[in-house]
């Protein structure tokens, strides 16, 4: 399918983030379609130029891709499950957050029902969406993708991960684990500065430096993850874990809490113990990849 601007698209879930793509969509000059279980909701779009369906059966069969952004997965279940709910050929992109196994089930759910599924993630904030700072993730069959890409696209860069659907929730969660890692390591050193009197605004600049600087390690330390092979190029773990004794002593010396980095120099004291210390920082990889007991 070769998409055009006059492709028409419904939007299901009109929260910000539901309110926002329809509104890119309308923007893009496409014909949409909204429900809402609240159709106050719709009141904005509809004077915007959007057609408020007056169920959700309506919704699904006016549009040629249907947008899903509701609550959660089984708010989803709920809203197509309830009734008997025609989805015999139905394109959907579901852009609900959950898990990757939500989203594998979703899809054998919609599946099953005749219809076309796509998982997706979206991140960004509601202002964000329409312009190229909004990232939407993807995952399911590629030729969908390819087939409705021109039309998603009014929504920022779109990206297409991989056949399997719990993929965009997978790399959700792991650019979860990115931002707070980075957000949290920031106020550590931010805690740790207000000590002696600097504020996080003067400390920021420097933050964002080095946050760049470790960024452009990630391809090397990922070669050596997908070989499995940790020379000690730059610094052992021991060396990194001896840094990490004099952060914890800081932080307690200071009053700061020292949890943080007492966790990250714990699971270095494992895999130190497992006789990795004299590897590079990412063999970490082996802690980080199995659960803990306890």
């Known amino acids: 399918m070769n998409n055009s601007p006059e ?31 609240t159709s106050s909701k719709a009141d904005q779009l509809v004077a915007e130029g959007a057609r408020l369906a007056p169920t959700v059966d309506d919704a699904l069969k006016a549009g ?7 609550t959660d997965y089984p708010a989803l279940h709920e809203l197509l499950g309830a009734r008997d709910i025609e989805l015999d050929g139905t394109m959907l992109i579901n852009l609900t957050s959950g898990n990757s196994a939500q989203a594998r089930e979703a899809a054998r759910w919609a599946e099953e029902r005749g219809a076309r599924y796509l998982d997706g993630a979206i991140m960004a904030i509601p202002s964000t969406i329409g312009t190229a700072e909004a990232v939407i993730l993807h995952s399911g069959p590629q030729s969908d993708f390819e087939a409705h890409k021109s039309t998603v696209d ?32 920031w106020l550590q050193g931010t805690a740790l500065l207000r000590t002696a009197g600097v504020d996080a605004a003067a400390y920021a600049p420097f933050a964002r430096q080095i946050a760049a600087g470790v960024a452009e390690w990630l391809p090397g330390y990922a070669k050596q993850i997908d070989s499995g092979s940790f020379p000690a190029e730059v610094s052992d773990l021991e060396t990194d874990a001896r840094a990490m004794a004099h952060l914890i002593e800081e932080s307690e010396a200071v009053g700061v809490n020292a949890e943080l980095p007492k966790l990250i120099k714990a699971m270095a004291d494992r895999s130190i113990a497992a006789g990795h210390g004299g ?3 990412p063999v970490l990889i082996e802690e980080f990849s199995k659960p803990r007991n306890d």
Not at 17 to 35: N, R
Not at 64 to 70: E, F, N, P
Not at 162 to 173: C, F, T
């Open 7 to 37: 492709t028409p698209v419904t939007v299901i879930g009109l929260g910000l983030m539901g309110q926002a793509l329809a509104g890119a969509f309308l923007k893009a000059g496409h014909p949409t379609i909204v429900w809402n279980r």
């Open 279 to 281: 590897e590079q920082y």
């Open 64 to 70: 040629s891709l249907t947008i899903i952004c509701v």
């Open 154 to 185: 009014a929504l920022g860069t779109v990206t297409y991960l991989g056949a399997d659907h719990g993929l965009a929730s997978l790399y959700d969660v792991a650019g979860l684990a990115m931002m707070w890692s980075v957000l949290n390591a």
